[in-house]
C-alpha cells in the first residue's frame, strides 16, 4: 500500500514575470534618459577639451622658472582672450586684467602682486615667497573665466 501523501503533485509555478517595459511611456522615458546621458556626454568631453589649455599651462608651470610665470600667465590668457586685449598689457594694467579674471582677487597683495617685478628683478624670490606666487599663478589658470565659450577658441590650434 502507498502512503497517501505520494499522490500529490507539486503546485504550479506560473512564468517568472517579464521584465520589458509593459507600457509605451517607459519607453519614452528610456529615450529620454538615454539622450541625457548623450548630452552629458557631449558636453563633458567638449569642456575637457576646451580646457586643454588650462591642463598644459599647470604642467608648464610645474617646470618654468620663477622668473617666467608672468610670460607663462600671458601665453594662457593669449589662448582665450583677443590679442589685442592682452598682449600689450603690462604692469597695473596687467595685474588688473589677472584680478577682474579671476574669480577672487589673486593678485592683489603681495607677493602676487610682484609678479612682473620677479620677471625683470635679479634679486631672487624668498622661500615663502615662490610658492605663494605658485600657488597664486596655479588658481589664476584654474579659476580665470574666458570672456566667452562659442565651440571652439578664437585661436587656430
Do not use: C
Amino acid at each position: 500500500m502507498r502512503a497517501p501523501l505520494e499522490n500529490l503533485h507539486d503546485f504550479y509555478q506560473p512564468p517568472p514575470p517579464s521584465w520589458r517595459p509593459q507600457t509605451i511611456g517607459w519607453y519614452v522615458v528610456f529615450a529620454i534618459a538615454a539622450l541625457l546621458v548623450v548630452w552629458l556626454a557631449v558636453h563633458l568631453f567638449r569642456r575637457w577639451r576646451l580646457n586643454r589649455y588650462r591642463r598644459e599651462a599647470l604642467k608648464e608651470l610645474a617646470q618654468v622658472d620663477a622668473t617666467e610665470l608672468s610670460a607663462l600667465l600671458k601665453r594662457t590668457a593669449l589662448s582665450v582672450w583677443p590679442r589685442e586685449e592682452v598682449a600689450s598689457l603690462s604692469g597695473a594694467a596687467w595685474l588688473k586684467f589677472l584680478g577682474n579674471s579671476a574669480r577672487k582677487p589673486l593678485f592683489e597683495n603681495a607677493p602676487a602682486n610682484r609678479i612682473e617685478e620677479v620677471a625683470f628683478s635679479v634679486i631672487p624670490l624668498s622661500g615663502e615667497d615662490e610658492p605663494a606666487l605658485r600657488k597664486a599663478a596655479a588658481s589664476w589658470i584654474r579659476q580665470h573665466k574666458p570672456p566667452y565659450r562659442q565651440g571652439r577658441s578664437h585661436v587656430s590650434a
